[in-house]
C-alpha cells in the first residue's frame, strides 16, 4: 500500500493534494492514505486564527474552512497530529482524536488507530520542560500564555504510548526525537541548517521523552516534521530479554513544509492487509491503556508525578488480553470509527463577513462525548468545566459570608488527579522561539 508523508501542512491542503494526484498519474500508483507530521492548521474561521500561536503576518484562512464547510472532501484518508501552530481551540475539543472533516481524521494529544491492518500512532504537539509535568489546564479563550503551553506535550500522553506492548508500524511526532541526528548524516544536516550546530553539540535539539519513547515502542516508522528539513536515520535496537518480540530497528524520516521546491512529501510502499476494509478502526489496546488511566488525567496547572516504580504500589498499566477483550466487548464488537463528524454551521468562514476578533469560547464535540460514553473515560474539557465552576461557586459563597477566598497561589485550584504533587518543581519561563 502507497503512503504520503507529509512534514508540515500549514494549512496548504489543495496544494499537498494536487501534487499527490500529479505523482500517482507520473508513477502509475494509488495513493491509498495521507499522514500529516503537525502544523495542520484546522482553521475553519478568523476566530480560530485568533487561537493560533504565530505572528499576525503569518496568519492566513488557507485551504482546511473549504474541507470543513463540504465546499471540498478531501480526495484521501488523511490523518493528522498538531503542532506547534494549529487552531488549538478546535483540537481542544477531540483530546482522544476525531473526525476534523469528513474523511481527514486528527489523533488527539495522543492516539493509534489502524488502517488495512496497520498501527499508526501519534504524538500532538512539542515538548517544552516547564509544561511537560503539568495537566491540559488550558481552555479557550486563551490569553498569550496559554495560547503558547496548549500545544506542549504532556508526561500523561507519553506515559501512555510506553504502556504499548505490541508492535508498532507507524509513529507520528512534530518535533523530533532528540537523538536520531546521531543516527543519519549528521554533517549534511549542519550544512543546510548550520544554525542547529550549537543544540546538536549539546544534545538539545529535538524531544527527549519522544526519544524515550521511540526507544521504548520500537515502531517500524517515525515521522516528523517541525525543523522545515529533509533527514533520515535509521535507529539500531538493542535485541534483550525484555523486548524480545519487539522490533529491532526505526527507520525515521523528519520532511519539510510546504513550499515549492522543497521536500515535503514522501510516498512510502508498507505491506498491508489488502483484503480489509478502507474504513479507519480503533486500536483496542490503546482503547483499553486509556480506560486504565483515566484516573491519571489531570486538568491542574500544577506539576504532577505520574505512577513511578519505587514511589507507587502500581507503575505499569500496560493490559493484557483480558483487558483489551473487555475494551472490545464494550464497543459490542465494533472497532470501526464511526463517521460521525458532524459540521457546526456557526462556525462556517464566510468571505465577506470578517469576524476576527470574536471571542472563541470552548465547546463539548458530539465525537468526544460518544467516545467518552462508549469507553467510560472522561473528556478533560468537561473536567475543566466543571473544576471553573466549583472555583466560581466558592468565590460567590465567599461573598455572600463577607470573607475572601483563597485559592492556590496562582489562582488555580491544586489537584484534579489522583496522583502526587511535586513540591520541588522549578518555574522555567517560557521562551518558545520555535519556526
Not at 492566513?60 to 481551540?89: C, R
Not at 508526561?155 to 504510548?161: M, P, Q, T
Request: hydrophobic share 35%; charged share 25%; proline share 5%.
Amino acid at each position: 500500500m502507497h503512503i504520503a508523508v507529509e512534514g508540515c501542512c500549514h494549512g496548504e491542503l489543495n496544494k499537498i493534494y494536487e501534487t499527490l494526484q500529479f505523482i500517482e498519474k507520473k508513477e502509475e500508483i494509488k495513493i491509498s492514505l495521507v499522514l500529516c507530521c503537525g502544523d495542520f492548521q484546522a482553521v475553519r474561521n478568523e476566530a480560530d486564527l485568533n487561537c493560533m500561536s504565530c505572528p499576525d503576518k503569518h496568519k492566513s484562512m488557507q485551504d482546511f474552512w473549504e474541507y470543513y464547510s463540504g465546499k471540498k472532501v478531501a480526495p484521501y484518508l488523511t490523518i493528522f497530529i498538531g503542532g506547534n501552530h494549529e487552531a488549538s481551540n478546535y483540537l481542544q475539543e477531540l483530546p482522544f482524536g476525531g473526525w476534523v472533516a469528513p474523511n481527514i481524521y486528527f489523533l488527539g494529544y495522543a492516539g493509534v488507530v489502524s488502517y488495512k491492518g496497520i498501527r499508526i500512532g501519534g504524538l500532538t504537539g512539542i515538548f517544552k520542560q516547564h509544561d511537560y509535568s503539568k495537566g491540559h489546564h488550558e481552555i479557550p479563550p486563551y490569553n498569550q500564555s496559554t495560547k503558547r503551553s496548549v500545544y506542549h506535550i504532556r508526561n500523561i500522553e507519553v506515559f501512555r504510548l510506553k504502556q504499548l506492548k505490541k508492535d508498532m508500524d507507524i509513529m507520528m511526532s512534530h518535533d523530533w526525537p532528540n537523538g536520531v541526528v546521531e543516527h543519519g548524516d549528521k554533517e549534511e544536516l549542519l550544512r543546510k541548517k548550520t544554525f542547529f550546530r550549537k543544540d546538536v553539540e549539546n544534545n538539545q535539539l529535538g524531544s527527549l521523552p519522544a526519544w524515550q519513547l521511540l526507544t521504548a515502542i520500537r515502531p517500524h516508522y517515525w515521522f516528523s516534521g517541525h525543523l522545515h528539513v529533509k533527514f533520515a536515520a535509521i535507529i539500531d535496537h538493542e535485541v534483550n530479554e525484555s523486548t524480545p518480540t519487539k522490533n529491532n530497528q526505526t527507520k525515521f524520516l523528519a520532511l519539510d513544509k510546504c513550499l515549492p521546491h522543497r521536500d515535503f512529501l514522501q510516498v512510502i510502499d508498507i505491506p498491508c492487509q489488502e483484503n480489509l476494509s478502507d474504513e479507519l478502526y480503533y486500536d483496542a489496546e490503546w482503547l483499553a491503556v486509556l480506560k486504565e488511566t483515566n484516573h491519571l488525567t489531570s486538568v491542574s496547572p500544577s506539576s504532577f508525578i505520574l505512577p513511578t516504580p519505587g514511589l507507587h504500589e502500581k507503575s505499569d498499566f500496560s493490559v493484557d488480553e483480558e483487558k483489551i477483550e473487555e475494551v472490545i466487548k464494550q464497543l459490542d464488537g465494533d472497532l470501526k470509527i464511526p463517521r460521525n463528524f458532524k459540521p457546526d454551521s456557526s462556525c462556517f468562514y464566510d468571505p465577506q463577513n470578517h469576524r476576527r476578533h470574536s471571542v472563541v469560547q470552548h465547546r463539548i464535540n458530539n465525537q468526544t462525548t460518544q467516545m467518552c460514553l462508549k469507553l467510560g473515560i472522561t473528556d478533560p474539557i468537561i473536567m475543566i468545566m466543571e473544576t471553573q465552576s466549583k472555583r466560581e461557586s466558592m468565590n460567590r459563597n465567599s461573598l455572600l459570608n463577607d470573607s475572601s477566598w483563597i485559592s492556590g497561589d496562582d489562582g488555580h485550584s491544586t489537584v484534579i488527579s489522583n496522583v502526587s504533587i511535586n513540591p520541588d518543581e522549578i518555574d522555567l519561563g517560557d521562551s518558545d522561539t520555535e519556526e
